[in-house]
């Protein structure tokens, strides 16, 4: 990294909040990618349980989504307001799985990833919440740099920190 874009961060995170919050996101991120071990195992995918998406009987989150919308927060946010989505994309849980395979093959460019038929799921297409994010979340090389939509591909289908 250039050292004026350096010093330009110092400037801006002068006491090292950001960077702390930062790195500590970025080994939850790790964490995340060894709890789901999707990119180096894509059959795993299918381990997946709805609850993971959403608990409709407590009317939570699951733990898929709660590492991608808190742990991962400085890293790229993921705001989802209400429970619309987590349940859209429980009564089409198997063609959400589906896109997660698309977003851990290694033969798909980001693009493709991005751009997989995730407006089959109400919420989850077009100018929607999660697709573009879990692309990111899946490729290294976009994720830190990418919109918050991508992290979530960036974490799953990415074998690297």
């Known amino acids: 990294m250039k050292e004026s874009s350096l010093e330009k961060m110092r400037a801006f995170d002068k006491n090292g909040v950001i960077k702390t919050e930062i ?5 939850r991120l790790k964490d995340f990618r060894v709890k789901y071990r999707f990119a180096e195992n894509p059959e795993s995918i299918e381990t997946l349980d709805p609850d993971d998406i959403f ?8 733990d ?8 991962l927060k400085p890293i790229g946010h993921l705001t989802i307001h209400g429970s619309y ?3 859209q994309i429980r009564d089409q849980f198997e063609d959400f799985k589906e896109l997660l395979h698309v977003t851990v093959d290694p033969k798909k460019s980001l693009a ?3 751009d997989a038929p995730w407006d089959g799921i109400r919420g989850l297409g077009g100018t929607d919440i ?3 994010r879990l692309s990111s979340a899946s ?11 991508r992290l979530a591909i960036w974490s799953i289908s990415s074998t690297k920190s």
Do not use: I
Not at 55 to 62: A, I, L, T, Y
């Open 23 to 27: 790195d500590s996101a970025m080994k």
């Open 85 to 87: 989505v987590y349940r």
């Open 139 to 149: 490729t290294t090389n976009a994720g830190m740099y990418c919109q918050f939509s």
């Open 130 to 132: 999660s697709p573009r």
């Open 64 to 71: 898929f989504f709660h590492w991608l919308e808190y742990y």
């Open 55 to 62: 608990r409709v009987k407590s009317d939570e989150v699951g």
């Open 112 to 114: 493709q990833k991005v």
